[in-house]
């Protein structure tokens, strides 16, 4: 193991091996990663892997697009597959008012040179046919975009990252960091110390922990994510071509082909947090007890929107941690307080964003400036002083928001 490098990033999910990758993609091959067990063996491993381009934060954008792009330019270099699938999207009208938000956002997307349309209700049917269109106002349709393999994306990033000459450390859990007076960082792991010049906290839901005892009280918590997995339908198995993903904010989810069947993930209207008084030191690769009671209503509108789903049959609950800013934006950038101190935690959506955060990050890092102007997601913007119980409420504003669009903007 190297015990100094310019750059050490702590935590092995889709976000701090994206973050390796892209610094030793820049030239920082003198850098690291230590992961406390497996790579991808926090959120990571048991994502639904979906990639959209789609969002109402037109900055935001360039992060998703710079993500699918990451992780195709990763799977070119190491020749591990990142199981990219390029179903495109289809987020649906299902009022006026987001029609006229979809419409509104054509000339960002012209802007930054990524295909998209706002379709009708005849265009949705062919490219979905399981779609129920009676009520809706059309679709934003963003064909480019899909899903990956977490995991296959992941090991792509790794194995890129070690061909150009950066180390990963697994089974090294990091367990305590320290600014010496020269500036440089020493973190102290299970396996031996490591010096280093800059520190990337990558760590999601533990970087709080990981951060308390330098007191930063950084407000990232856990709540607990379903995403379910039916059985085969026939009118997907009679198809020639994979669906789109689909999003619809009156039933709060996503839903995605997996095989012949679909895969749909939840926003709940009363989240469920998990480890509020610190994340438990045995915590593995598990999943929580299923609790699809809570999920009735997002079920009964979900047929509404889709017949089939009805017929299919669910084989698979997963209930996992998912790790939440107050704002439902990552923390990104610098800890002004502690330099050489940076974070890349908080992400919700991280397969989504993460491959084109990190190439912001370590620009940022490298160049001293982020790539692009983007202060809604800088890792100081809470202060230090947000109690837990503000956190939480704020965070529970924004599971809830799910996919419902903001009023305007
Ligand atoms: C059911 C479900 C479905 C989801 N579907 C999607 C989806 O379709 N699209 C999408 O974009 N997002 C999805 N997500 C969210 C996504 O999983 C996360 O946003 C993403 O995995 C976060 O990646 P990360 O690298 O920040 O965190 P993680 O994957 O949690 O990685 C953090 C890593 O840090 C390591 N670590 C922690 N402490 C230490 C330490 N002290 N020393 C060393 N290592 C440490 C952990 O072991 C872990 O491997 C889903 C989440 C859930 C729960």
């Given at each position: 193991m190297k015990s100094d490098v310019q750059v050490l990033v702590i935590g092995g999910g889709i976000v701090g091996t994206s973050v390796l990758y892209w610094l030793a993609k820049k030239g920082w091959t003198d850098s690291a990663l230590v992961e406390r067990r497996e790579l991808t063996s926090g959120s990571t491993w048991h994502a639904a892997g979906n990639t959209t381009?789609?969002?109402?934060?037109a900055e935001m954008t360039q992060l998703f697009a710079g993500s699918i792009r990451t992780y195709l330019a990763a799977e070119e270099h190491s020749?591990?597959?990142?199981?990219?699938?390029?179903?495109g999207s289809l987020r649906v009208a299902t009022t006026e008012h987001e029609r006229a938000l979809f419409n509104s956002y054509q000339a960002r997307y012209d802007a930054l040179n990524i295909p998209y349309s706002v379709v009708e209700n005849d265009t949705i049917r062919n490219l979905h046919p399981c779609i129920e269109t009676d009520d809706l106002f059309g679709a934003a349709h963003t064909p480019t975009d899909g899903h990956v393999d977490p995991s296959g994306a992941t090991q792509a990033l790794a194995k890129s990252a070690r061909l150009r000459g950066a180390h990963i450390e697994r089974w090294?859990?990091?367990?305590g960091l320290a600014q010496e007076s020269d500036g440089s960082w020493l973190v102290e792991t299970e396996k031996g110390d490591i010096r280093a010049k800059h520190v990337v906290?990558?760590?999601?839901?533990w970087t709080r922990e990981l951060a308390q005892p330098l007191g930063l009280n950084i407000p990232l918590y856990a709540t607990q994510h379903h995403e379910v997995i039916t059985g085969a339908v026939p009118e997907l198995q009679a198809l020639k071509h994979e669906v789109p993903a689909m999003r619809d904010s009156y039933v709060s989810c996503s839903v995605r082909q997996e095989k012949h069947g679909f895969l749909a993930g939840f926003y709940e209207d009363d989240p469920v947090f998990w480890?509020?008084?610190?994340?438990?030191?045995?915590?593995?690769?598990e999943l929580f007890a299923p609790d699809t009671d809570r999920l009735t209503t997002a079920f009964e509108r979900l047929m509404e929107r889709l017949p089939a789903f009805a017929e299919a049959g669910i084989q698979t609950v997963n209930n996992g941690p998912m790790c939440w800013t107050p704002d439902g934006l990552p923390l990104l950038g610098p800890v002004n307080r502690h330099p050489g101190l940076w974070l890349a935690s908080g992400f919700n959506v991280g397969i989504g964003t993460g491959g084109g955060s990190a190439e912001f990050l370590a620009h940022w890092m490298i160049h001293g400036e982020p790539l692009f102007n983007l202060p809604i997601v800088h890792a100081d913007r809470f202060g230090n002083d947000l109690s837990t119980e503000a956190a939480i409420e704020s965070i529970k504003a924004c599971y809830r928001q799910g996919y419902r669009l903001p009023q305007s903007i």
């Open positions: 381009y789609f969002g109402p934060y020749g591990q597959s990142v199981g990219f699938h390029q179903t090294c859990p990091a367990v906290l990558a760590a999601s839901f480890a509020l008084d610190g994340i438990p030191k045995d915590f593995t690769e």
